[in-house]
């Protein structure tokens, strides 16, 4: 790296005036606006002011303002809460934004790829996400995926721009800029943001930064992803505009009631109370916490998860990864370590020395690949051996001193194999290495030597180990070399059998999602024999039943499909087996959730329901893809994310039953009261009551529910079904009664204090409280499905939120009643016996429910 020295800081920051960052820009305060107008043109708004409207054309002015003032209260949570949704989704950006490795004075360091200005050396490898347009300075076998820009889907075999003197590459920058060439759009010799390295790696000088680049030009209609509505959302909106529909029906009926109701009031004021009347109807129908819950409950689920470093890409994921009932893994780097080791080895009729150098020449210099890492070590503690030199002597260089390297075989997935070509004088060495099934086909053998080589493969087959076979070939100067691996004739070198250690957590991981009904499936590239050794090691199922993806490529889709539900080892596979492996476990109905790193796997991660990425060691392409980063590349993050995928998915349901059962009593009362000719001054609800519920009910749901712990076997019981209703006839039901039954209560003392002549005022307060009260007991009661209240209680009793939550409500209510405020309220101080009374009907209101808790129990024990 020292023949480069890139830019200085002070020419860093010149550049920075002049071009910006590198960054397509999106306007932050029209989004601001934008979302304030969606919350304001929610029903529940429009009616609250209506309703305030109507309490100044009723000449009670101060009841007006209340309103109003409560109503920007209400609508300041809604605007806080979104604000930190979209704090927590930007703080989760920042960390997913890829870093890039860029020379500056001389030295690597690495950068956000919005720091780069024009000028900047960034070094790109495989998998890497190109940041910026540049030119290409170094080249090493590099091949870039273009379709983003160019819909061509093969990747571009690119080299370095030619004539370029190293050491003053910012005048060629200043003097390139002014002189375009007129061949080709997209060149060889550059590359552009957007686009992804496929193999090989490079130096690129940056040209072109931010809404310059080609990619920024287009990235207008990029930038615009039209909204997904998961099934949850769907289903949410459904419920929705189902109660609005309601209230819409019921506000007409109700009106109508209080309309004959006020039959000796004059036809203005007539009108008048009984729209009123409607309108407190209609808002106590409207459920308004509806959009909240999904999208509070999402962003700080994904939050949480971040805090244990797994990334969530796209919000709905959070809620997908409750469900998912199959688990694909890859074997290399996922189930074991992939930092491998040479443990076993067999040469041909012993040649140590030609072995040695076909290790080394068919391995790349500076090489990131664990495998080749492993090959290197090995040849250079051979040639220790053997000459008794020193450690720290880099023997690659020894051997490769008198050679230039003239062409590379990248490795392919469907060769399973790769190699390099060395020029020495007067003659060429071909050096390969890969899959002994690749290589040896290509290797010249006598029957007696093939069958001591299988013999050995096996034995270290047997062992779990990962067979490499090497082999050569010298030919003379000017001969003609193969354009592909495949097409050389190599001779025999040697096996070599690497070992890969098990992660250590692997076999808890896999238990536990056998535990949670969730199948773990491995699909890994490599031999069939290594892949169940180490299955069978890490207590996958079946582990013996291996199918190989020569096999897959025979199969129908019909028989894959059926295939597929039996077979939980996949090996020799291609990136494309991997993809028809996932679709076909869709076809039958499965959530599938798959890890990857490689640059291949990021179409199957992309089909998959959930794709897992590794936020170190996997390719910045697969991280784009994937759904899901595991940041520390802690495997078993996976099982607590599925778990609390689960919580949240119950926290959701929680919620809106909660939100339903909450309802209830609010339309009953506002429904049954003027049908029974209570008059509009003495009614128990006016639309100010109204929104002092809706104060309580926003935080509890946003606040109090999103904290609710899992249920205690969320971890023993299979998936959900996706298709699964968010409201099951039973669910909705349960919500129903408990909701007649705070109605009853809470009705029930108002109305029989209204009927022994207490003041409106008191019989409104005591019934007030009583909701208020149960409100409270309602949320710790349904906490937990099974648990006794006790239990669902201590569960939840150290989380500050929950506490929060409830201490407010309960020191609001007292406020509401016992301070001055009362009487703008409608309220009336309560003494110990009324109060005594509210706190008797609050408890029998919600914990009845206990009953039903208990059978429950005592049936499933
Ligand atoms: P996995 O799916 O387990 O990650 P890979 O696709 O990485 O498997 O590797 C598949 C096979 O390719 C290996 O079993 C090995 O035979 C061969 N192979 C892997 N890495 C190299 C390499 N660097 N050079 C040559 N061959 C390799
Ligand atoms: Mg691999």
Known sequence: MTDYYGLTLKEVQKRREIYGYNEIRTNNKKKFLKQLKHIISEPIYLLLSFAAIIYFLLGEATDGIFMIAFVIFVIGIDVFQEIRTGNVLKKLKEISEP?????????????????????????????????????????????????????????????????????????????????????????????????????????????????????????????????????????????????????????????????????????????????????????????????????????????????????IRHLPSVETLGSVSVLCMDKTGTITHNKMQVSECFMNNPQIERFRKAIIFSCKEGTFDPVEKALIEYGESLYRQSTNQPEKVSICSIDKSNSILIKEYPFTNELKAMGQVWKEDGYYTIAAKGSPETILSQCYLTTDQDMEVKEQMNNFLKKGLRVIALADRIIPEGNHIPDNLSECKLHFRGIVGLSDPIRNEMKDIIKESYDAGIRIIMITGDHPETASFIAGKVGIRNSDKVITGE???????????????????????????????????????????????????????????????????????????????????????????????????????????????????????SLVAPMLGIGSDSLMLLPLHIVLLELIMDPTCSIALERIPAEANTMKKPPRQPMESLFSKARLIKSIIQGLVIFIFSFSIYFSMLNLSYPPEIARTAGFSVLVLSNILLVIENSSEKENIVQAFKKISHDPGIWAVNIITLVGLVLCIYSPLHKTLGFYPLGLTSISLVIIFSILSVLWFEIVKLKYCRKTE
């Not at 329901?609 to 697969?622: L, N, R, T």
């Not at 980063?629 to 919620?655: C, E, F, M, P, W």
């Open 551 to 669: 096999m897959l490529s025979r199969l129908t889709d019909l028989e894959l499909k059926n295939i597929v539900k039996e077979y939980n080892i996949y090996a020799r596979v291609l990136p494309l087996h991997k993809m028809k492996i996932v679709k076909a476990l869709q076809e039958n109905g499965e959530v599938v959730a798959m890890t990857g790193d490689g640059v291949n796997d990021s179409p199957a991660q992309k089909i998959a329901d959930i794709g897992i990425a590794m936020g170190k060691h996997g390719s910045e392409v697969c991280r784009e893809a994937a759904d899901l980063i595991l940041l520390d590349d802690n495997i078993s993050t996976i099982i607590s994310t599925v778990h609390d995928g689960r919580r949240i998915y119950q926290n959701i349901v929680k919620a809106i039953g909660y939100v339903l059962t909450i309802h209830i009593p609010i339309a009953l009362i």
């Open 99 to 311: 870093k890039i490795p860029v020379i500056r004075e001389g030295k690597e360091i690495q950068l956000s790829g919005r720091e780069l200005v024009p000028g900047d050396l960034m070094l790109i490898t495989e998998g890497v996400k190109i940041p910026a347009d540049g030119y290409i300075v170094r080249a090493n076998g590099l091949c870039i995926d273009e379709s983003i820009l160019t819909g061509e889907s093969t990747g571009i075999w690119k080299n370095a721009k030619k004539h370029i003197i190293h050491k003053d590459l910012l005048n060629y920058l200043n003097v390139n800029t002014e002189a375009e060439s007129k061949e080709e759009y997209f060149k060889k010799d550059c590359c552009y943001a957007g686009t992804h390295v496929i193999v090989g790696t490079g130096i690129v000088c940056v040209e072109k930064t931010g809404k310059y680049t080609e990619y920024g030009k287009i990235a207008e209609s990029i930038l615009k992803v039209p909204e997904i509505n998961t099934g949850l959302q769907i289903q949410m909106k459904k419920l929705a505009k189902q109660c609005t529909i309601l209230a819409a029906l019921l506000f007409l009926l109700v009106g109508f009631f209080t309309f004959l109701n006020l039959s000796e009031q004059e036809l203005m004021e007539r009108i008048i109370h009984s729209m009123m009347a409607g309108i407190v109807l209609a808002l106590s129908m409207i459920p308004g916490e509806f959009p909240v819950i999904l999208s509070v409950f999402l962003s700080m689920g994904a939050f949480r998860l971040a805090k244990k470093n797994a990334l």
